[in-house]
């Protein structure tokens, strides 16, 4: 596959990625390309912002949560109809898992994608420092996929200073920088930055930041940079396993006769209602592709404004978020709370992450002691501690087989201020690096809830667990 792409990158966290990637991604789309963005790693909010303010469709990559093959193949089946492919790296280039490993970080995507990188340098306070700074990293760099610098918080006449002294001495290639000025910061909170619809005047923002980017940088050499990414190598054959599996008993050869003979094959296909407003809004594009792609309908609703769900839904998705920032209208929402409680009890299937597994308490007590009546599902509290109680990836395995019956684990990632006077106890959670284990989530046949995001591409047997679960319970409603 060979399609131009460009890593985003940075020394470390707060230099400055989100706002180029940002910029980059409004310039290239103004410019009518079919774009497409990549986050590395399991940030929600970043992709929030290239989909929801720039319009591009945005997902995540992670080398911890999948190997180099699956890894390759979701962006070769997302990205094989886009002119252009923008990834946006996570903390320092080199940082990945527990910040020792290469697993997870920005480097090690790019070199299983073959990605071009170009470095972003917080260079304020800085002058000539800056140059061992830039050669340790391309010394660093084993596969010299760092092709561009861009010096981030520098003025222009400063930037025009060191750019013969760095090129000469590095031999390097510096593209452009970025003055510091309001619309190029971001504000953010205790799990990242503000969500889009919460920052005042963000499209006018994020266009004023895109249209000084374009004076700034060179927009030409980002993609001559792109242009000359090494093609990628792909195994393109379709096994055609999922669409087997979402049929169940019914194989390949049946289902296209089915078809052909008029018959509604997929008549029998669950609905899977997914909370999403601004509370519940922390999901993974891939997971929602692997319901679909196993059989499932996906039907939005918000448990902030709708007072039911939706019509003939057969399992219910609630995903992370900020419920404690809206936890008096969700409280107020009594016909909600309700109404997920009616279907939770009716052995509904249900999974429910972090801002999820909240909402389902009896109560959810916020950083000021307020107590808000929840869903009444788990009958416990949520609290805030004022401290992050559990950070970084993790791998779950079940006590019995519930949604995980080839006996294997799933990955996934916690990030939580809060904590629960109950989280469960029937799946063991395993720290990758340190091997520490704790025991966490409720679960049983039809539930799966507690504070860890799964990944579903890591064990898509989850996935094809919960559809079937939710086919189940259609058929039992006949």
Sequence with gaps: MKIKRVMIAA???????TVVTCALLQVLKDCGWKVASYKCGPDYIDPMFHEKIIDVPAKNLDTFFTDKEKTRELFHNSAKKMDFAVFEGVMGLYDGLGGVRQEGSSYHLAEVTKTPIVLVIDAKGMGRSIVPLIAGFLNYDKEHLIKGIILNRMSKGYYETLKPLIEEELQTRLIGFLPEKEELHFESRHLGLFLPYEVNHIKEKLQA??????KTVSIESIKEIAENAEELEFDETLTGEALIDSYGDINLEKAVSDVMKGVAVWDSRPTIAVAKDEAFCFYYADNIHLLEEYGAKIRYFSPLRDEKLP?????????????EVYA?????NTKMREAVKNAVESEMPIVAECGGFMYLHSFLKDKEGLCYDMAGVIPATCFYTGKLVRFGYIELREKQKNFL?????????EFHYYDSTYNGADVIAAKPVTGKEYSCIIENETQWMGFPHLYYPSNAVFARAFVDKAKKYKKAMI
């Design 11 to 17: 020394p470390k966290s707060g230099s400055g990625k």
């Design 209 to 214: 930041a895109s249209e000084l980017f374009s």
């Design 311 to 323: 019509e003939g839904c057969h399992a219910l998705l609630i995903g992370g978020g900020y419920p």
């Design 328 to 332: 008096k209208q969700l409280s107020t």
């Design 405 to 413: 019956f080839n006996g294997e684990g799933i990955k996934g990632h």
